[in-house]
């Protein structure tokens, strides 16, 4: 490569094709040796001085200071032209993103103003009392069967329930938010105008009480949890400038919420059904005390004891085998915690 450079050198009228094809390897590896600019420059005009006939081939130094800027206005020229072409393509791109972010922007604000306006635009369902009784006309309706009469009020209400799913992430949702639990941890999340800082955000979670809300606007959540929260446990987040989330720890990780803000649209608890994954990340006493919750309501659901009501008619069992001098068959055993006083068919 050597040989190579000094041909350059020496031939200044060397094509440029050559010169960038062949040399870019020696010049590189140079580079990497000087390790910066000046230091580069130092070696090669130490190089011609040493190696070449530029200094002392030439009578007046101005023809070789002029033949040294000739070459440095060319690729300076170049450089210059390349800097312009790399700062509008980096503008055109700039231009194009902040094109792009406005259209998602416009778009999420038409969404949210559009899911603004439809939750507006839902009747209230609003308490009618009437200030005089009013006389309806009887109709003859038939008389429901025998079987359907007999059955509680209470029993026909846990039938028609028993169609509908668990609810969604164990939670619901209103018209200003959206939640989901485990048994210990409740996740909230808080649609926001798209664009907005957390600086505009305001924030404050008590123990038992919340408010959530922009500055300088009405608060979108305010009210009494459900159950107590441990604060200094709880953390909230603002995702993709549109979503307030909070996350909850509850001060008891052993119960359900069946709303999350009181006085907003309650769920039905027995109807959650926990992930078996999430059981095994429990240790032995509280995994056995959720999973004796579990079965009690499942139990309760199929009208069958739970497992203190099958505990307490084993040790009446056990004390009637220990007393058959006694007669039990006019007993009316109340194990408790039923409509029906708690006589269930063990057998």
């Given at each position: 490569?050597?040989?190579?450079?000094?041909?350059?050198?020496?031939?200044?009228?060397?094509?440029?094709a050559m010169a960038d094809d062949r040399l870019d390897g020696?010049?590189?590896?140079?580079?990497?040796?000087?390790?910066?600019?000046?230091?580069?420059?130092?070696?090669?005009?130490?190089?011609?001085?040493?190696?070449?006939?530029?200094?002392?081939?030439?009578?007046?130094?101005?023809?070789?200071?002029?033949?040294?800027?000739?070459?440095?206005?060319?690729?300076?020229?170049?450089?210059?032209?390349?800097?312009?072409?790399?700062?509008?393509?980096?503008?055109?791109?700039?231009?194009?993103?902040?094109?792009?972010?406005?259209?998602?922007?416009?778009?999420?604000e038409e969404e949210f103003n559009r899911r603004q306006g439809?939750?507006?635009?839902?009747?209230?369902?609003?308490?009618?009392?009437?200030?005089?009784?009013?006389?309806?006309?009887?109709?003859?309706?038939?008389?429901?069967?025998?079987?359907?009469?007999?059955?509680?009020?209470?029993?026909?209400?846990?039938?028609?329930?028993?169609?509908?799913?668990?609810?969604?992430?164990?939670?619901?949702?209103?018209?200003?938010?959206?939640?989901?639990?485990?048994?210990?941890?409740?996740?909230?999340?808080?649609?926001?105008?798209?664009?907005?800082?957390?600086?505009?955000?305001?924030?404050?979670?008590?123990?038992?009480?919340?408010?959530?809300?922009?500055?300088?606007?009405?608060?979108?959540?305010?009210?009494?949890?459900?159950?107590?929260?441990?604060?200094?446990?709880?953390?909230?987040?603002?995702?993709?400038?549109?979503?307030?989330?909070?996350?909850?720890?509850?001060?008891?990780?052993?119960?359900?919420?069946?709303?999350?803000?009181?006085?907003?649209?309650?769920?039905?608890?027995?109807?959650?059904?926990?992930?078996?994954?999430?059981?095994?990340?429990?240790?032995?006493?509280?995994?056995?005390?959720?999973?004796?919750?579990?079965?009690?309501?499942?139990?309760?659901?199929?009208?069958?004891?739970?497992?203190?009501?099958?505990?307490?008619?084993?040790?009446?069992?056990?004390?009637?085998?220990?007393?058959?001098?006694m007669d039990f068959s006019k007993a009316n055993v109340n194990?408790?915690?039923?409509?029906?006083?708690?006589?269930?068919?063990?057998?």
């Amino acid at each position: 490569w050597l040989k190579i450079l000094v041909a350059a050198v020496q031939s200044p009228h060397t094509t440029t094709a050559m010169a960038d094809d062949r040399l870019d390897g020696v010049y590189l590896n140079l580079a990497q040796q000087a390790g910066s600019i000046e230091p580069l420059l130092d070696s090669f005009f130490g190089f011609l001085l040493r190696k070449t006939d530029f200094y002392t081939g030439i009578a007046d130094e101005k023809e070789a200071e002029k033949m040294v800027m000739k070459y440095f206005s060319k690729y300076s020229k170049q450089g210059k032209k390349k800097r312009e072409d790399e700062a509008e393509k980096n503008r055109l791109a700039d231009e194009e993103r902040k094109r792009r972010a406005a259209e998602k922007r416009k778009k999420e604000e038409e969404e949210f103003n559009r899911r603004q306006g439809e939750l507006k635009s839902q009747p209230k369902i609003e308490e009618v009392v009437d200030e005089e009784p009013k006389i309806t006309e009887v109709v003859d309706e038939p008389m429901p069967a025998a079987d359907e009469a007999d059955k509680p009020a209470e029993d026909k209400k846990d039938e028609e329930e028993d169609n509908t799913p668990p609810p969604p992430g164990n939670g619901g949702s209103t018209d200003r938010y959206t939640w989901t639990q485990t048994l210990g941890a409740v996740e909230v999340s808080i649609p926001v105008r798209p664009g907005t800082k957390s600086k505009q955000c305001v924030v404050e979670m008590g123990v038992s009480k919340c408010k959530v809300g922009l500055k300088g606007e009405p608060p979108i959540i305010e009210g009494l949890w459900k159950d107590k929260i441990r604060p200094d446990e709880c953390m909230w987040n603002l995702v993709d400038n549109k979503l307030i989330v909070l996350t909850l720890e509850k001060h008891d990780q052993m119960k359900w919420w069946s709303c999350c803000i009181q006085g907003d649209p309650e769920i039905d608890t027995k109807k959650i059904v926990p992930e078996n994954s999430k059981l095994s990340d429990l240790d032995g006493e509280t995994r056995q005390t959720v999973e004796k919750m579990m079965f009690d309501q499942r139990q309760k659901a199929a009208g069958k004891p739970t497992s203190d009501q099958m505990k307490q008619h084993e040790l009446l069992e056990k004390f009637k085998q220990a007393h058959p001098e006694m007669d039990f068959s006019k007993a009316n055993v109340n194990y408790g915690g039923s409509s029906s006083g708690g006589n269930f068919n063990f057998g």
